[in-house]
């Protein structure tokens, strides 16, 4: 629901998933003009934040599970009342990184509860490790090179795909996206055979 809303109503970007974020925000990189880049960066930042709150409370709070539900909760109703103001342009990015905010929490602290049947997308699950167990939330970090890449990756992707149809059509940009799996699959088969 709050993706619908931030989509819909806060200019094109969402504040809990992420995946969908990277790749709008990949768009608006390779060109696309109905996409706010500002606005994908302050939720991008924000849902981040939020893991590392989580990280910190998992780790600090005995019984963080609650408190971690009454900060999110805190953070929809601050982000309710700044856009009931009027949503200016700095008032929209506030509701953004807010729910951002909370979004991430709640990410989060599902995936270090360990409640593993609420499936997130894989780039929302990939930032909310990056952050909860990064050494800023008090973790060792430990994976964050490959969390990292499948980020910048998808963001690349996206990037470059809506730069390749915007100058010469689906068809090239679908054809370059054949030639990168078929090397992609190549070294694969290739480094499975040789372990």
């Given at each position: 629901?709050l993706?619908?809303?931030?989509y819909?109503?806060?200019g094109?970007?969402?504040?809990?998933n992420m995946?969908?974020?990277v790749?709008?925000?990949?768009?608006?990189?390779?060109?696309s003009p109905?996409?706010?880049t500002p606005?994908?960066?302050?939720a991008?930042?924000?849902f981040?934040g939020g893991?590392?709150?989580s990280?910190?409370l998992?780790?600090?709070v005995?019984?963080?599970?609650?408190?971690?539900?009454?900060v999110?909760?805190?953070?929809l109703?601050?982000a309710?009342?700044v856009?009931?103001a009027?949503?200016?342009?700095?008032r929209?990015?506030?509701?953004?990184?807010l729910?951002?905010?909370a979004m991430g929490?709640?990410?989060?602290?599902?995936?270090?509860a360990g409640?593993?049947d609420?499936?997130?997308?894989?780039i929302?699950s990939?930032l909310?490790?990056?952050?909860?167990?990064s050494?800023?939330?008090g973790?060792?970090?430990?994976?964050?090179?490959?969390?990292?890449?499948?980020?910048?990756l998808?963001?690349?992707?996206?990037?470059?795909?809506a730069?390749?149809?915007l100058r010469w059509?689906?068809?090239?940009?679908?054809a370059?996206?054949?030639?990168?799996?078929?090397?992609?699959?190549?070294a694969?088969?290739?480094l499975?055979?040789?372990?």
């Amino acid at each position: 629901m709050l993706d619908a809303v931030s989509y819909l109503g806060l200019g094109h970007v969402f504040v809990a998933n992420m995946t969908g974020n990277v790749v709008v925000l990949g768009m608006a990189l390779g060109g696309s003009p109905d996409f706010s880049t500002p606005g994908c960066l302050v939720a991008l930042a924000g849902f981040v934040g939020g893991t590392v709150v989580s990280g910190r409370l998992a780790r600090a709070v005995p019984r963080w599970p609650l408190l971690a539900l009454v900060v999110e909760s805190v953070l929809l109703v601050a982000a309710t009342v700044v856009a009931f103001a009027g949503l200016t342009s700095g008032r929209r990015l506030a509701v953004i990184c807010l729910l951002g905010l909370a979004m991430g929490l709640r990410t989060a602290s599902i995936r270090l509860a360990g409640v593993s049947d609420i499936t997130t997308t894989v780039i929302t699950s990939t930032l909310a490790a990056l952050g909860a167990h990064s050494a800023l939330a008090g973790g060792d970090g430990a994976g964050w090179g490959r969390r990292l890449g499948a980020v910048l990756l998808l963001l690349a992707g996206a990037g470059g795909g809506a730069w390749l149809i915007l100058r010469w059509g689906p068809g090239v940009a679908l054809a370059v996206a054949v030639g990168l799996q078929g090397v992609a699959g190549g070294a694969y088969a290739y480094l499975s055979r040789h372990r």
